[in-house]
């Protein structure tokens, strides 16, 4: 079996970003949910687990922290800001039972100036289909292919006066494809026939390309940010991300 894998994020490699002038942005994270209602695709009976991840929000909260070589944002805790909230009132009750009054009191949490939002607006199923095949003296090999697709939007909104700051709209396709390998043969005076056939698919994680997606509108996020004048890039002279080569 495999080992388990770290996660790393080979296209943020690949669009480096120079860090914001004024320091990291802090922001926060509700949520970013399913919008598309979509069901995986099943042909034979009805299938009650959804096409997409539930759990954009823990993407979009990675990708946040690793952008820009983890310079670009402060991400505060808001998914589960009920538990937390329920923490830090437990910490507090207990030091006052046992320290008096004159506990230590808690540092105060951090405020986000900027509320990041959006959600999985879009799953298109076989929007590209198609194959193709070939055989000669029994021997024939056949590819098939199909092409899915991933919308997600994602929004920055100012806390201080409810402006939508950014507004980004990413789409990312979802390939799979299948090649095989077939034989047919006539034995025994062409009475009797033996077939056998190979092969092999490949299906591109729909989880993957969800995460892809969400990178690609943090990065085009930050670029109309900067164009706008939300924000700034340390390095002005370098404003977009350098290139891989």
Known sequence: FDAPKVEKSKFF?????SPPSGGPITVAVYGFTDKTGQRKYSSSVASLSS??????????????????DQRWFTVVER????NLIKERQMIRQMREQYQGREAKQLPPMLFAGVIVEGG?????????????????????????????????NLR???????????????TKTVLSY???????????????????????SINESINRATNKAIQAAIIETIKQGAIKGHWAFKDVSNPQPIPSN
């Not at 998914?79 to 009920?82: I, N, V």
């Not at 879009?122 to 000669?136: K, L, Q, V």
Request: glycine share 16%.
């Open 51 to 68: 096409a997409v991840t539930q759990g954009g929000e823990a993407y979009l909260i990675k990708a946040l922290q690793d952008v820009g």
């Open 120 to 152: 999985i607006v879009g799953y298109d199923s076989n929007t590209t289909t198609g194959g193709a095949g070939a055989r000669f003296l029994g021997i024939g090999v056949q590819t098939q292919y199909q092409s899915d697709t991933v919308t997600v």
């Open 156 to 170: 920055t909104v100012s806390v201080g006066t409810g402006e939508v700051l950014t507004s980004v709209t990413i």
């Open 178 to 200: 299948m090649d095989k390998l077939g034989v047919l043969r006539f034995i025994a005076t062409d009475t009797k026939a033996i077939e056998a056939e190979v092969g092999g």
């Open 79 to 82: 998914t589960g800001l009920e």
């Open 13 to 17: 490699e690949k669009n480096k970003l």
